[in-house]
């Protein structure tokens, strides 16, 4: 008698952007039916050249388009379970979904300290569990426990986008995203966030979805990757996979198999094309 094979039901994405368009002023198409999955508990690295798309994708996730004049005009976004992509940005942080903005857009006029506090905005709790809250963001970003009392407008920018991250953190979310982390930083102070980023993923739980375009160091710390062209999901994949990709080492990580070449010698055009069809 042969067994008898239950089949298992498909896990089900924490986060899922289906087939979204975006228009901004009524006429610029900007996303072409993006779609993506993030599992729970995953790193995602949403790579791509300037322009590609990758912060309006986070931004139709957060629901922060209309502020820019831009819709989501067809599509559907699910964050655990439930559609999200009519809820207010407010809402959606209570339902612990917070993007950390591209230019890390502290409070200049606040103190570090007074930045972190307003991450908390959205919970009712007592001034222990702030202060709880705020040594943990403490326990990962020394430098800011130095810096508590300072006005961030005149903190570093690795100092600032600590702050960013960590005001987020004050939000307990269950999702964070983090938009270009490394933009205008040192390679030491890159390498020292995303490092903190990846141990907020393992030893606090929180899933990230990470737009980026310093394609190298993101692969590295990511699980999976998507790569946007003109507002499409033209590759997607294991994160090691991508690394190793041909194409992927040719446009964004300035290699091939014989090696680094320059732009001028990448035979950029036909592989685009083929990528695109």
């Not at 993506?36 to 590609?52: E, F, P, S, T």
């Not at 502020?67 to 339902?95: C, W």
């Not at 990470?210 to 790569?227: C, H, M, V």
Request: charged share 25%.
């Amino acid at each position: 008698m042969s067994a008898v094979i239950t089949p298992q039901p498909a896990v089900q994405a924490y986060l899922t952007v289906n087939n979204v368009e975006v228009i901004y002023d009524h006429v610029i198409l900007v996303l072409k039916g993006v779609s993506l999955q993030v599992q729970k508990g995953q790193i995602v690295a949403l790579l791509g050249a300037n322009g590609a798309g990758k912060t309006t994708t986070l931004k139709a996730i957060s629901n922060l388009l209309r502020a820019e004049r831009g819709e989501v005009t067809k599509g559907s976004i699910e964050f655990d379970g439930r559609r999200v992509d009519q809820l207010t940005p407010n809402e959606l942080v209570r339902l612990g979904v917070c993007q950390v903005m591209e230019g890390r857009h502290c409070f200049q006029h606040l103190t570090v300290e007074e930045n972190l506090l307003t991450g908390a905005f959205t919970r009712s709790v007592g001034r222990a569990e702030l202060r709880r809250d705020l040594e943990l963001v403490y326990e990962y970003f020394p430098r800011l426990k130095e810096r508590r009392g300072s006005l961030a407008g005149y903190t570093s920018g690795g100092e600032q986008q600590m702050t960013a991250i960590g005001r987020a953190l004050m939000a307990h979310p269950k999702m964070i995203l983090l938009d270009e982390p490394s933009m205008g930083l040192a390679p030491q102070l890159v390498e020292e966030i995303f490092g903190i980023v990846k141990s907020l993923n393992e030893k606090e739980g929180v899933s990230i979805l990470l737009a980026e375009q310093n394609t190298n160091i993101a692969l590295r710390f990511a699980d999976y990757g998507y790569i946007l062209e003109n507002g499409r999901v033209v590759m997607d994949g294991a994160a090691a996979s991508l690394a190793q990709n041909e194409d992927v080492k040719e446009f964004y990580l300035g290699l091939s198999a014989g090696g680094r070449k320059s732009f001028r010698d990448t035979k950029f055009y036909r592989r685009r094309k083929r990528w695109l069809s």
